[in-house]
């Protein structure tokens, strides 16, 4: 097991499997020394941990907490790529599409659940540039959606 998903045991979570594109698109692309996600939604099973709007049926918290649950499914998708997620050597990007109320401002906090989720697991690695985003629908009625670019170690 790497130290990656050692500290991802620690802190109460497990890698879930790969799941299934739902549409024309793969999980990762690498190009040269960079791994590409696609949109990850917050699914458990394959089945989504909520539906709805930020700041209306879903609270911050929560879509915070379904922030991580993105991040989980995109290193799922990493890791299967690049086979160890110590090869890691640099959470590059991250995006995040919040579904958002009409009034609702606090995009930017949502996505603090992947950013500092990141931090925690990857320590200095983890610290990244982003973009929060709020939009008026995702893929079925998802809350979050997270993309992510990470450098791997040839």
Do not use: W
């Not at 020394?33 to 939604?41: A, E, N």
């Not at 089945?47 to 922030?67: N, P, R």
């Amino acid at each position: 097991m790497s130290a990656i998903e050692q500290r991802l045991e620690q802190a109460g979570y497990t890698l879930p499997e790969v799941g299934k594109p739902l549409a024309a698109y793969v999980p990762t692309i690498r190009d040269g020394d960079h791994v590409y996600t696609s949109g990850q939604l917050p699914l458990v099973d394959g089945k989504l941990a909520a539906t709805g709007k930020v700041g209306d049926a879903v609270s911050i918290e929560d879509a915070a907490s379904y922030a991580r649950i993105c991040v989980l499914n995109a290193l799922a998708a990493i890791k299967a790529e690049i086979g160890n997620l110590d090869n890691v050597t640099q959470i590059t990007k991250v995006v995040g599409f919040i579904s958002s109320a009409t009034d609702f401002d606090q995009q930017h906090v949502v996505l603090n659940g992947a950013s500092e989720f990141l931090g925690e697991i990857f320590q200095d690695r983890g610290i990244h540039a982003r973009s929060a985003v709020g939009v008026a629908m995702l893929p079925m009625n998802a809350p979050v959606e997270v993309e992510m670019i990470v450098k791997v170690a040839e």
